[in-house]
């Protein structure tokens, strides 16, 4: 039996992880786009990698559950790598919630229960969660453990609570970070590791959508007014995630690896600041 790494959201990010854990190893590269996955494909099928594509629709529990069989069915699941996601610029806030949180659950909870012995997970979060305000201890627990398909029906994600796509991918990635959190206990039963990044604002399609989008402005500034004074790529996301998915990050689990050139730093003590945040200090 081989060895596989299943990467959901075959874009810039998830191929630069996969491009670090994948050698020697079957990488099932799994996207809402098969001509994306398709793409992907080639270029690692020509760098040397054994690669296979398949679609998926993470926001579809009968989808998410095929992958895991198709997956499971090539050979031992020794990795996962889930980078599929859309933002604000790209969804409204219903779609956001469906893809980003519900859809990152449900790919949690199917994994967890066929991912083999030794294996780890990575789940790409974003800074956007840690810039979002405090929630309750209860609104923590309920997004770390509410059922997968009980999560969408919370109070809190109601659509007179989440009423602009910000706030809707907001919550969903501090969500992410929170149900990883949850479900290392789970996955640890079997002896497996999950962990969550969180990039800031990383060269890929997407960021650049949102660069180019009516939120550029703001994007450009953070990266100005940032102590690293640039964005990051998507290769250095992949040595984090090579690290949290090797044996140097084998005591790694239920954590979240914030990785934003200080852009978050900046926002609660630097130039970056909300004025009242920077009256109150």
């Keep these: 039996m081989k060895n596989v790494i299943v990467v959901i959201g075959a874009g810039s990010i998830g191929q630069a992880i996969a491009r670090r854990v994948g050698a020697g190893r079957h990488v099932l590269l799994a996207d809402l786009d098969t001509g994306h996955a398709d793409a992907a494909a080639r270029v690692l099928d020509e760098a040397g990698f054994e690669v296979s594509t398949t679609a998926v629709d993470v926001s579809s529990r009968a989808s998410v559950e095929a992958l895991a069989a198709l997956a499971t069915g090539l050979g031992d699941i020794v990795g996962v790598i889930h980078a599929a996601g859309v933002s604000p610029t790209q969804a409204a806030p219903a779609t956001i919630l469906a893809v980003d949180l519900y859809g990152t659950a449900l790919v949690l909870e199917a994994f967890g229960m066929v991912i083999a012995r030794g294996g780890s997970c990575v789940v790409i979060a974003s800074q ?102 640039r964005a990051g790529t998507p290769d250095e996301v992949g040595a984090v995630g090579a690290l949290l998915m090797g044996p140097d990050g084998a005591f790694i689990t239920g954590s979240d690896f914030l990785m934003d050139g200080g852009v978050t730093a900046s926002y609660f003590y630097g130039e970056l600041a909300p004025p009242q945040a920077t009256a109150a200090a």
Excluded: C, F
């Design 128 to 229: 956007s969660g840690h810039r979002m305000g405090a929630l309750t201890a209860e609104q923590d627990r309920a997004l770390a453990t509410t059922p997968a398909d009980a999560l969408l029906a919370l109070p809190m994600l109601q659509p007179g609570q989440v009423t602009d796509a910000l706030h809707a991918y907001q919550l969903s990635k501090r969500g992410n970070s929170l149900r990883v959190k949850a479900e290392a206990v789970r996955w640890g039963k079997r002896g497996a590791r999950v962990n969550t990044i969180s990039p800031g604002i990383i060269m890929t399609p997407l960021a650049k959508d949102e660069l180019s989008g009516p939120r550029g402005p703001g994007y450009r500034r953070m990266l100005e007014l940032s102590p690293a004074g």
